[in-house]
């Protein structure tokens, strides 16, 4: 209780007050389009340049809006975003609690608080978005059905790339990983529920995969602050010019440490740094992402928790990871960049791209589990789920056993023949294993 009242009294002085503005473009887009006849890409918010920006699978999962009234539809989008973001927090945060033998509803009360403080989550239930629904989709998939080898793996990942574009690095992830099965559920997954999209609407189909999607325009400027991806971080250093070949290079990079990164993870069966490091490129390589964006960030902090609490670790290390979640999770509580709201030089470089900055650090520094003690015989593979059994420098140099063996055949035959020769009634000894 004491925790909530400071996230509280926090949360009443230090957050924005955004009036479900995202929801609002979605409730007047539904109305607009099912109820008046409209083009729902032709819509515009009253008194703003904004629209509906989706693609047209998201807008068909969002007709029955143009049913309830306002106040129904804030209640539903909260109460989705309450129960999706307490299923994202028992997946990732559950076995930590386990490990440490803490109360699960006590740790998870105190968790959740920390949740409601954390800029992205507050961000996106007081703009009424869909980020936190997107990531529960994708990590009900990485985290159940994959580890669980489900028939549907991958299906999550599917829909969340065809409500909105961006988790469709997801399919990458799964590829790299070699999980072709799951990687081919999410794209046909994808594809099925774009296909359904352009048989229930074509023309707002045809308009959004040929002109809505390429203009970036339609969401707002690239340099502005809330931006903290890769294209803002170069918008604001060279402002006005963006230089995208300059970004289209930093892209390529932070794609390749990606691939290095992912790869290690999932050869040490670490998914949740798998999954983590994922949700941090999606949001530096995409073309726009705001801070409410910054949800996906979420799996990288507790990440960072989990080894600041891991008690196997010495002291030290354990001490640096707790600096590390203090300071990450302190900074994406703080609203930093929108201190530096169009200053952008000297400190206001580092303060108005400090998300993005910090997703860079993360992306090189993330713990990444180390392969398990081989001393247990459990070695591992470079394919998830699989295991490759003992590791070839841990296996006894059988051939010593076996002369160890026979040395004590000897030793105990009658008469205790001290020539190694069989006493009488011992048969000769045989080698236990062929040369």
């Known amino acids: 209780m004491a925790?909530?009242?400071?996230?509280?009294?926090f949360l009443s002085v230090a957050a924005a007050h955004n009036g479900f503005f995202d929801l609002k473009v979605y409730y007047g887009a539904m109305d607009y389009w099912v109820n008046r006849g409209g083009d729902i890409y032709d819509y515009l918010t009253p008194g703003t340049p904004y629209g509906f920006t989706y693609p047209p699978f998201a807008a068909a999962l969002m007709t029955p809006m143009s049913l309830i009234s306002w106040n129904?539809?804030?209640?539903?989008?909260?109460?989705m975003n309450v129960l999706a973001m307490a299923a994202i927090l028992t997946w990732l945060l559950g076995p930590v609690i386990k490990r440490q033998g803490w109360s699960y509803w006590y740790a998870m009360g105190i968790a959740g608080a920390l949740a409601a403080a954390f800029e992205p989550v507050r961000e996106t239930v007081n703009f009424g978005?869909?980020?936190?629904?997107?990531?529960?989709?994708?990590?009900?998939?990485?985290?159940?059905l994959l580890r669980r080898g489900h028939k549907l793996a991958g299906i999550g990942i599917g829909l969340a790339t065809a409500i909105k574009l961006t988790p469709g690095i997801f399919i990458l992830y799964l590829l790299l990983t070699r999980r072709w099965r799951a990687a081919a559920v999410s794209a046909a997954t994808a594809t099925a529920a774009t296909w359904a999209a352009?048989?229930?609407?074509?023309?707002?189909s045809r308009v959004f995969w040929t002109d809505a999607m390429w203009n970036t325009d339609r969401v707002g400027s690239p340099t502005f602050v809330s931006n903290q991806a890769l294209t803002g971080l170069v918008g604001r250093i060279f402002n006005p010019d963006p230089m995208k070949p300059l970004w289209a290079l930093l892209v390529l990079l932070t794609l390749i440490v990606w691939y290095w990164r992912v790869r290690r993870a999932i050869r040490n069966r670490d998914e949740v740094a798998g999954l983590a490091l994922t949700g941090i490129v999606g949001c530096m390589v995409s073309p726009?992402?705001?801070?409410?964006?910054?949800?996906?960030?979420?799996?990288?902090?507790?990440v960072l928790f989990d080894y600041a609490t891991d008690r196997s670790l010495d002291q030290r290390r354990r001490r640096n990871l707790a600096i590390a979640f203090g300071f990450s999770f302190a900074l994406l509580c703080s609203r930093t960049p929108w201190a530096f709201h169009e200053k952008f030089d000297g400190l206001g470089l580092v303060g108005s791209n400090a998300y993005i900055l910090l997703m860079i650090g993360l992306l090189f520094g993330l713990p990444i589990r180390e392969p398990a003690d081989t001393g247990s015989g459990q070695g591992l593979s470079s394919e998830p789920g699989r295991s490759s059994g003992p590791a070839v420098e841990d296996v006894p140099d059988l051939v010593e056993i076996d002369r160890n063996v026979n040395a004590a055949f000897h030793a105990v035959g009658a008469g205790?023949?001290?020539?190694?020769?069989p006493g009488p009634g011992v048969e000769p000894a045989r080698p236990l294993v062929g040369a």
């Open 3 to 9: 925790v909530w009242a400071v996230v509280w009294a």
């Open 72 to 79: 129904t539809a804030i209640v539903i989008s909260v109460t």
């Open 129 to 144: 978005q869909v980020n936190i629904l997107l990531l529960f989709l994708v990590v009900a998939d990485v985290m159940v």
């Open 198 to 204: 352009a048989t229930f609407a074509p023309d707002a």
């Open 288 to 302: 726009i992402t705001w801070i409410h964006h910054l949800v996906w960030v979420l799996p990288s902090i507790i």
């Open 416 to 421: 205790g023949a001290v020539r190694g020769e």
